[in-house]
């Protein structure tokens, strides 16, 4: 799927709360089963300290993911997170994230894949996740 394809998805497949998060389709790459995303840092997503929340960034995560899945399965398939593990490493402020999700193994029945969360300036990683997915 091209980034054009993903990112109307994301209009269309996603939560209206998940589409005011304005994640962009920055890239996707067949190959390496993954896209990137763009995460704006907006005074809506920030909590005290002027700092991403760690809920935007898990919902991102999840969302860059499912766009993952389409990514390798080549269009949308239904699918269910039943785990989402998740570890920050750092604060990220005045600057927007970049959410990389990658999958590791696709089957028959579950999705497997990791997800980095770095700052889109200054590229220091902030958070990593693993999840898990039920293709239903």
């Known amino acids: 799927m091209d980034i ?6 994301l209009a269309e497949l996603f939560a209206p709360w998940v589409q005011a998060l304005d994640l962009r389709v920055e890239a996707a790459d067949a190959d390496a089963d993954g896209v ?4 704006p840092l907006t005074p809506a997503l920030v909590r005290q300290g002027e ?11 999840d969302t860059a993911m499912v766009l993952a899945l389409m990514q390798h399965f080549g269009a949308f398939r239904p699918c269910t997170t039943v785990q ?9 402020s005045q600057q927007d994230a970049t959410v990389h999700a990658r999958v590791l193994r696709a089957g028959k029945a579950l999705a497997f894949g990791e997800i980095e969360i770095a ?12 999840t898990t997915y039920a293709l239903l």
Do not use: E, I, T
């Open 119 to 130: 700052g889109h300036r200054d590229g220091k990683s902030v958070c990593r996740a693993s």
């Open 51 to 61: 700092v991403l929340c760690g809920q935007a960034m898990m919902a991102a995560a």
């Open 4 to 9: 054009a394809a993903l990112q109307r998805a």
């Open 84 to 92: 989402l593990n998740s570890s920050f490493l750092r604060p990220l």
């Open 36 to 39: 990137r995303l763009r995460l």
